[in-house]
């Protein structure tokens, strides 16, 4: 483990002789393939006809270091779970390969399976060892969950060794692996085995883009995902507002918030798919306030933007403003009703055909309206949308949508002509997140507003005909907010 201060296992022959001897034969149940794993297997199907002909390496990627010799809680790389189905329970630096075929590609996981009760790891690898990290399944466990052929990780030395410039690395995934795969395309090229390719960066790039292109469209399993997602944010939110009173008692406040949040989320087995967002008052105007370390003051709002992230790795990404006290002030309610119209005027033209950044047009042709009605900006509301101008952006620097799915913020590799300037398909996820926020310190504003942050973000799915908005069920009018804080 890389720190003999810490080491205190025993060394003796005597010792080791002792601790491998005497452990009870385990019975290990073959699993039902796991629901997700025909999806994993069409979405291979559909990246290998992309990319006939090329070795495509997708790596979990390793346990990501927090200090010395403790790491963050593992997560697989996306393009790794999309692919294999594998979410939260991944083992760390697995790596899946799709060899090129005649006609089209073989699948193969390549892991670190149980080590046993034969070598030392299992009681002295602090980093990987069962008796200090749990049990890893089975080469024959994994491949049983998710339909796919599983070999050992020491067999992955084969793919490097036969690794050329037709292989594609999602580099992003594991740099040490990436490294030794550019090192083996150097030498192929170099050999004139692939004359004049190299490390093909671009190749890899197109590859990675392309794995960030598929997801935009949801299958099924993806889409019933996003659901449970969304209600068991839902929970949280039901939480947060239960727990208010002990809340605003609190001088960290805003950590109650977010440890309510979370409770919640663990509780039911869930993760969070992002650091929550719990801004009371001013704080609000920071729009990715994670510090959360205020008081959550009554008279004031809070901003809470959080989501649940399932075992399969989607993850919900909600914002709700709460009156702290129950009711919204006058200016609050005016500042709220102005987004909430801004999030309806957006959701209102989503269907199929429309172009994605039309969304974002519509939801600021309302910001813009309400700010000059209020005597905001300079200028009206119709020049400050002309592209040169766009005053009213100072109350918004944000987009209104993203795409939501195994990434809070999904496809992001995807190109601007298929994502920002691409056509909406039925079977999008993404939200619709306006906001207005006047800094404590705006001297464009009445001194009323300064200080009040509100965003509202639902998460839409893209239907046949329109859309549906999965978070509908969490309260979002002034009235609905108000008699949800009243129970
Ligand atoms: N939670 C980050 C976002 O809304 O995009
Ligand atoms: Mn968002
Ligand atoms: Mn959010």
């Known amino acids: 483990m890389g720190n003999e201060n810490r080491s205190t296992t025993p060394q003796s022959t005597t010792f080791q002789e002792y601790i491998f001897a005497n452990w009870a034969e385990r019975a290990e149940a073959r699993p039902q393939q796991r629901a997700q794993a025909p999806y994993a297997a069409d979405r291979r199907a559909r990246i290998s006809g992309l ?51 005649a006609n089209g590609h073989d699948a193969t996981l390549y892991l670190l399976p149980t080590a046993g009760r034969g ?14 990290t749990g049990p890893r399944p089975s080469l024959a466990h994994v491949a049983a969950d998710l339909g796919l052929e599983t070999r050992h990780l020491d067999e992955f030395a084969d793919v490097l060794e036969a690794t050329d410039g037709t292989t594609r690395i999602v580099r992003e995934a594991d740099r040490d692996l990436t ?52 209600d068991a944010t839902k929970l949280g939110f039901d ?79 909600i914002t709700r403003t709460l009156p702290v006290d129950g009711t919204f002030t006058e200016v609050q309610r005016q500042v709220y009703e102005a987004v909430l119209e801004a999030a309806d005027a957006a959701r209102a033209i989503v269907k199929p055909g429309i172009r994605f950044r039309e969304i974002h047009a519509a939801a600021m042709g309302v910001i813009a309206r309400k700010t000059a009605e209020w005597g905001f900006l300079p200028v009206t509301a119709e020049e400050s949308l002309v592209p040169e101008l766009q005053y009213h952006r100072r109350y918004m620097v944000h987009g209104t949508s993203h795409h939501l799915g195994i990434d809070v913020h999904d496809c992001a590799q995807a190109r601007r002509e298929l994502y920002l300037d691409g056509e909406v398909l039925e079977g999008m996820v993404f939200t619709i997140e306006p906001g207005l926020y006047f800094q404590p310190d705006d001297l464009t504003v009445p001194e ?11 998460n839409i799915l893209v239907t046949a005909d329109g859309s549906e908005n999965l978070s509908e069920g969490i309260p979002r009018t002034v009235a609905d907010v108000e008699a949800w804080l009243a129970r």
Not at 251 to 263: A, I, K, M, N, Q
Request: proline share 5%; aromatic share 10%.
């Open 51 to 101: 990319h006939r002909g090329e070795r495509l390496v997708i790596p979990a990627g390793p346990a990501k270091a927090r200090a010395n010799d403790t790491d963050y809680p593992y997560r697989a790389h996306s393009a790794f779970s999309y692919l294999t189905g594998w979410g939260s329970d991944s083992v760390p630096g697995s790596v899946l390969v799709l060899e090129p075929t």
């Open 119 to 132: 070598s030392e790891e299992f009681y002295a690898n602090a980093a990987i060892g069962e008796f200090w």
């Open 179 to 230: 490294d030794q795969l550019d090192g083996r395309r150097l030498l192929a090229a170099e050999l004139g085995a692939d004359a004049g390719v190299s490390i093909d960066e671009d190749g890899d790039t197109a590859f990675f883009r392309d794995l960030s292109e598929m997801r935009f469209v949801k299958d099924e399993y993806e889409i019933r995902e996003m659901r449970l997602a969304v």
């Open 239 to 317: 939480d947060v507002i239960a727990d208010l009173p002990q809340i605003i008692q609190h001088p960290r406040g805003e950590r109650l918030v977010e440890g309510t949040f979370y409770r919640r989320a663990r509780a039911e087995g869930n993760a969070v798919g992002y650091d929550t967002i719990a801004a009371s008052g001013p704080h609000a105007c920071t729009l990715h306030w994670t510090r959360n370390d205020g008081p959550v003051v009554p008279g004031d709002l809070i901003l809470m933007d959080a989501g649940i992230e399932l075992d399969s790795l989607y993850t919900a990404d």
């Open 448 to 458: 009323e507003f300064r200080g009040i942050g509100v965003r509202i973000e639902d």
